[in-house]
Each structure stands twice: as C-alpha cells, then as structure tokens.
C-alpha cells in the first residue's frame, strides 16, 4: 500500500521562507551572519527544485544543534597544507559554512598552482553541491566536488544487494563559458537522494518504480519503506552497477581520502559529511576565452539534437535555472508535514510566527 494522500501544499514566497529559516537558525545560537546564509541556501535550493535540500533539513539541522551534533559559528581548520594539496576541518559546524570556504581557499590556490585539491572533513549537511561552484567558475576554473557522509546512515544498497550499505554520494562539476545560467551539474550517484523520498512521502506521493526495494529486498514504489528498513538503489536500472561504482569513487575521494570516515567505518556515531574538491585553472591549460567557447559550441552542439517526442536536449544547469525563474513566479510549494514541522521548530524557540497563514492554497502568480 502507498502513503495515504496528503493535504494539498500551501505556496510561500521564498522570503517568507528564508525569514523563518533565518530566525530559527539565530534563535538556536547561529551567528547572525551564519543564520541567514545558510537560510538562503536552503531556499535557493528549492527555488531551484532540489526539494529534498531545501528547508525540508531545518528540523533535521535544529535537533543537531540542540544535540551538539552541529556546531554553529564552528571556524574552519587546517590539518595539513600542502600548497596544491589541503586537508581542512569543518570542527562539526555548518556544512554550509565549511564547504564555501574550502571552495574558496580552493579558487585562491588554483590562480598560484593551477591545481588543487582541498579535502574537508567534519562538517554537517551542506545542502544543494552546484550552489557552491559560481566563485570560482567565474574566476575561470573547473570544478569537481565527491561528498561522502563520514561513514554514517546506510540508505543505498550496492548493486547485487538486498540490504542498505552504502550512503547516496552526490558529486558535482562546473565549468566555465560564456553562457547565461551557469553550466553545472549535481546529481546523487544513488537512483533518488534520500530528502527526496522524504518529500515524496510527506506528498502522499509514490517513488517512480525501479528506485526503491523494501526491507526484503521487494521492489518498491512507496517511499516509506526506506524508513521501514528499506533501501534506494545505485541509478543505472539494469546497469546500476556504473552508479555503484560510482558511488564508490565518491566513498573514496570524499571519505577515504579526506580522513572523514567511509561506510562501515563511521568517524562519528551519527551525522556528518566529507568532501574531496578539484579545482583546475583553465588557464593553464589554454587560454580562458578559447575555453569558453568550446563550451558554449559543445553545448550549441548537443542543444540541435533532433529531439525525441516532447523532449529536447538541455545543458547542464539549465532545468534549475528554469525551475529557479518559474518559483521565483509562482512562491514555493510546502507540504502539509514539513509545514507542521517547521511550525513545531517556532513554537519551540517560542518565534511569534503563524507559517501556514504566510501562505496562500495557489500559486502566487
């Protein structure tokens, strides 16, 4: 059986939403700054469409915080520097805060040594990958980011197997052109992210089939059978062998690496995230300008695809930015659990905030 449906959705501008986010953060001891970049990129994220790392995590931030999980103003540290090659610790801070710094010691290193690797271990959820590379994009430098979970919370079963081993290992990559929305993308190496089962669930909505097998190893399409001991799948379908392994560089680079922990071996009892970042300076490879053109005619290229029945071919970056525009439209859309559950957060820092009623039931425009 698949989850009973839920109340309809409630629209918010996205504001509303980083206001909430913002004050929560900072009632529960995040310095000001800090709480209001961190409720951004939050937003942002489902401005983007990437529900699953938007402010669906804030509950899930907030009992982190009270549990001492998350350590809000935590400063960043150097464990080893080697010039091209540095190993930071978030010191179990924001993983938002963490991640923008090593990307941007990152961008700074690049313009010297043309390429670098930046480790950083001990940090929290850091959000939506992509949000992280315009800095140094900008700066004319390629990006490559492998986020592990510091050896924590099994939810992906390897290719073969009926049990949960493994976590859902995003990676991301940018790199620079001439083109309006940045080229970017960001994708789990898993079939879904696990948020976004969360969110599917919270709609009263099923997981497309082929992404899901129940706690017997059954294939599934109701998304609370990952909470009932299930497991996501590697994406690939029938060849999600290629998502497992590559699922296991990320284990690798982000965790192994780094120093942060690797499934079956988690560096703490429970919450973390790892990430190995590369940052190539085009630059001194070839000229920056060259470069960007070829991008922009690679992907000029893939874009005059004769396109299947309804489709056509996007570059990469280019259905978020979409979606960014059209929610920036419309407001966006909460369901009703993930409404109460941020409701609870305010009553519980005793924020004189009625959320459902800054709402409205239909789009905003």
């Known amino acids: 059986m698949h989850s009973a449906p839920a109340s309809p959705p409630r629209w918010f501008a996205p504001e509303t939403l980083r206001e909430t986010a913002r004050a929560l953060f900072a009632a529960a001891g995040a310095p000001p700054v800090e709480a209001a970049e961190v409720a951004r990129l939050l937003v942002?994220?489902?401005?983007?469409?990437?529900?699953?790392?938007?402010?669906?995590?804030?509950?899930?931030?907030?009992?982190?915080?009270?549990?001492?999980?998350?350590?809000?103003?935590?400063?960043?540290?150097?464990?080893?520097?080697?010039?091209?090659?540095?190993?930071?610790?978030?010191?179990?801070?924001?993983g938002q805060t963490a991640t923008a710094e090593a990307l941007a010691r990152g961008s700074?290193?690049?313009?010297?040594?043309?390429a670098v690797a930046v480790g950083v271990s001990e940090l929290n959820h850091n959000g939506r990958l992509a949000d992280?590379?315009?800095?140094?994009?900008?700066?004319?430098?390629?990006v490559l980011l492998f986020a592990?979970?510091?050896?924590?919370?099994?939810?992906?079963?390897?290719?073969?197997?009926?049990?949960?081993?493994?976590?859902?290992?995003?990676?991301?990559?940018?790199?620079?052109?001439?083109?309006?929305?940045?080229?970017?993308?960001?994708?789990?190496?898993?079939?879904?992210?696990?948020?976004?089962?969360?969110?599917?669930?919270?709609?009263?909505?099923?997981?497309?089939?082929?992404?899901?097998?129940?706690?017997?190893?059954?294939?599934?399409?109701?998304?609370?059978?990952?909470?009932?001991?299930?497991?996501?799948?590697?994406?690939?379908?029938?060849?999600?062998?290629?998502?497992?392994?590559?699922?296991?560089?990320?284990?690798?680079?982000?965790?192994?690496?780094?120093?942060?922990?690797?499934?079956?071996?988690?560096?703490?009892?429970?919450?973390?995230?790892?990430?190995l970042a590369i940052l190539l300076d085009v630059a001194a490879f070839r000229p920056l300008p060259a470069f960007r053109a070829e991008m922009d005619a690679l992907i000029a290229y893939l874009q005059a695809t004769r396109p299947l029945p309804g489709q056509r071919v996007l570059a990469p970056g280019e259905a978020s930015a979409a979606r960014e525009a059209e929610r920036l439209r419309t407001g966006i859309a909460l369901p009703a659990p993930t409404i109460a559950e941020l409701q609870a957060e305010l009553d519980h820092y005793a924020i004189p905030t009625d959320l459902a009623a800054q709402g409205q039931d239909v789009p905003l425009g």
């Open 108 to 114: 700074e290193r690049a313009r010297t040594h043309h």
């Open 44 to 94: 942002h994220a489902n401005l983007c469409g990437h529900d699953s790392h938007g402010v669906v995590r804030i509950p899930q931030y907030l009992r982190n915080m009270r549990r001492g999980r998350l350590v809000p103003g935590a400063r960043t540290t150097v464990l080893r520097d080697h010039g091209a090659a540095l190993r930071l610790s978030g010191n179990w801070g924001f």
């Open 148 to 275: 592990a979970s510091s050896g924590f919370n099994a939810l992906v079963a390897p290719f073969g197997g009926a049990e949960r081993r493994l976590n859902t290992n995003p990676l991301a990559a940018g790199f620079p052109s001439e083109r309006g929305a940045p080229v970017v993308f960001d994708i789990a190496t898993s079939a879904s992210s696990q948020g976004r089962m969360r969110v599917l669930a919270d709609s009263g909505q099923p997981a497309p089939p082929g992404v899901l097998i129940d706690a017997e190893g059954r294939p599934s399409t109701n998304p609370r059978d990952l909470y009932r001991g299930g497991a996501i799948l590697p994406f690939g379908g029938a060849q999600g062998y290629k998502g497992y392994l590559l699922n296991l560089l990320v284990e690798v680079l982000g965790g192994i690496l780094t120093d942060g922990g690797f499934m079956g071996h988690p560096k703490r009892d429970a919450g973390g995230q790892a990430l």
């Open 132 to 142: 992280y590379l315009s800095p140094a994009l900008e700066a004319g430098q390629i």
